[in-house]
């Protein structure tokens, strides 16, 4: 009788460390999103939001309002609302992304090609100028209904339908160095990030999302329609963003900046420390403290908002954040924008 009850005790003793070691839940984290609702229909996108220029959204030359790149809101045509993005021939909008080097992320948007048109984007690993850059995806869509994405310096074909909307979404896992691209759900294509297109090599690395109305290499005529933009941070959990070790410690650039009132900071330790990561005025005074504990080995990102917690009605202007653990410090400026 013991024995039976010792074993049925065991037995649940099992089950609850089976249960304590089941995988983690992942919650996406929203980086950016747009569904254009914010602008005015007629006036062109970078124009319409020049304070924010290089945080939402810029042109390929950076000059906003420029009559051959920035495309223009139009409110004839949504996936959902009222307003989306007509890009035409020649257009060139650039979506800035501020250069991650880890973390698993997604960019997606939903398009509309009307019949006898052509589209296309692509995501960039790095942009150093429009003249020197680094392609890590294209995708073509020409006048017969036919689709093409080369990355990882291969290709790989697909059909899709005119005169409807139609859902994009690229997955770049750059702790993995890996990518993947998901047309209408179904997945296109998976390669290695770093390989790039044509043959080429790019930087482990995620910069610009280019949407294009162009017609290399494709004939013309371009034109198309874009609505609900959205970028995510897929491996959030609770906190830690990456359970592999990294091999230094960083600092990465607050996203978005300016910001107003939140923004998110990543950072990545490469051994068990002590960390501080604190937020301080131009005059040096300290505003808040958004770490400080003893981390281990891996990568992190926490939020810092401008009206919370500590924090009460920040005005707007320019802050610093530091973090310091063990012999590594780092410092980087963020700016308020209300």
Same mark, same amino acid.
């Given at each position: 009788?013991?024995?039976?009850?010792?074993?049925?005790?065991?037995?649940?003793?099992?089950?609850?460390?089976?249960?304590?070691?089941?995988?983690?839940?992942?919650?996406?984290?929203?980086?950016?999103?747009?569904?254009?609702?914010?602008?005015?229909?007629?006036?062109?996108?970078?124009?319409?939001?020049?304070?924010?220029?290089?945080?939402?959204?810029?042109?390929?030359?950076?000059?906003?309002?420029?009559?051959?790149?920035?495309?223009?809101?139009?409110?004839?045509?949504?996936?959902?609302?009222?307003?989306?993005?007509?890009?035409?021939?020649?257009?060139?909008?650039?979506?800035?992304?501020?250069?991650?080097?880890?973390?698993?992320?997604?960019?997606?948007?939903?398009?509309?090609?009307?019949?006898?048109?052509?589209?296309?984007?692509?995501?960039?690993?790095?942009?150093?100028?429009?003249?020197?850059?680094?392609?890590?995806?294209?995708?073509?869509?020409?006048?017969?209904?036919?689709?093409? /994405?080369?990355?990882?310096?291969?290709?790989?074909?697909?059909?899709?339908?005119?005169?409807?909307?139609?859902?994009?979404?690229?997955?770049?896992?750059?702790?993995?160095?890996?990518?993947?691209?998901?047309?209408?759900?179904?997945? /296109?294509?998976?390669?290695?990030?770093?390989?790039?297109?044509?043959?080429?090599?790019?930087?482990?690395?995620?910069?610009?999302?280019?949407?294009?109305?162009?017609?290399?290499?494709?004939?013309?005529?371009? %034109?198309?329609?874009?609505?609900?933009?959205?970028?995510?941070?897929?491996?959030?959990?609770?906190?830690?963003?990456?359970?592999?070790?990294?091999?230094?410690?960083?600092?990465? %650039?607050?996203?978005?900046?300016?910001?107003?009132?939140?923004?998110? /900071? %990543?950072?990545?330790?490469?051994?068990?420390?002590?960390?501080?990561?604190?937020?301080?005025?131009?005059?040096?005074?300290?505003?808040?403290?958004?770490?400080?504990?003893?981390?281990?080995?891996?990568?992190?990102?926490?939020?810092?908002?401008?009206?919370?917690?500590?924090?009460?009605?920040?005005?707007?202007?320019?802050?610093?954040?530091?973090?310091?653990?063990?012999?590594?410090?780092?410092?980087?400026?963020?700016?308020?924008?209300?």
């Amino acid at each position: 009788m013991f024995t039976k009850f010792f074993l049925l005790c065991l037995s649940f003793v099992f089950i609850l460390l089976l249960s304590s070691f089941s995988p983690a839940q992942t919650d996406s984290l929203v980086l950016f999103s747009d569904d254009f609702e914010s602008y005015t229909a007629g006036g062109q996108i970078a124009c319409q939001d020049t304070i924010h220029i290089n945080v939402n959204w810029n042109t390929w030359n950076s000059i906003p309002c420029d009559l051959t790149e920035d495309p223009y809101v139009t409110n004839t045509n949504s996936y959902s609302g009222t307003n989306s993005v007509w890009i035409q021939q020649d257009n060139d909008l650039v979506k800035p992304i501020p250069n991650y080097t880890y973390g698993k992320y997604s960019i997606s948007f939903y398009m509309y090609i009307p019949t006898d048109y052509t589209a296309s984007w692509g995501q960039l690993a790095a942009f150093y100028n429009p003249d020197s850059t680094e392609w890590g995806f294209v995708a073509k869509f020409d006048p017969s209904g036919n689709g093409y /994405i080369n990355g990882g310096g291969s290709g790989a074909p697909f059909s899709f339908s005119y005169d409807m909307w139609m859902h994009n979404e690229l997955i770049v896992d750059l702790n993995k160095d890996s990518a993947e691209y998901y047309f209408e759900g179904s997945l /296109i294509h998976s390669w290695q990030w770093t390989l790039a297109i044509w043959g080429d090599t790019c930087a482990r690395q995620l910069s610009v999302t280019d949407i294009m109305g162009s017609d290399w290499p494709l004939p013309d005529p371009s %034109q198309w329609y874009l609505d609900d933009f959205m970028l995510e941070r897929l491996d959030t959990i609770v906190g830690v963003k990456d359970f592999s070790v990294p091999t230094e410690f960083a600092l990465e %650039q607050n996203y978005p900046n300016p910001f107003n009132p939140v923004t998110s /900071i %990543q950072y990545a330790v490469s051994s068990r420390q002590f960390v501080s990561l604190k937020v301080y005025d131009v005059l040096g005074n300290e505003i808040a403290t958004l770490v400080s504990e003893e981390k281990s080995a891996g990568t992190y990102e926490v939020t810092f908002s401008s009206h919370s917690g500590e924090v009460r009605n920040l005005p707007s202007g320019i802050y610093f954040y530091r973090l310091k653990a063990g012999n590594f410090v780092e410092t980087k400026k963020m700016i308020l924008l209300k």
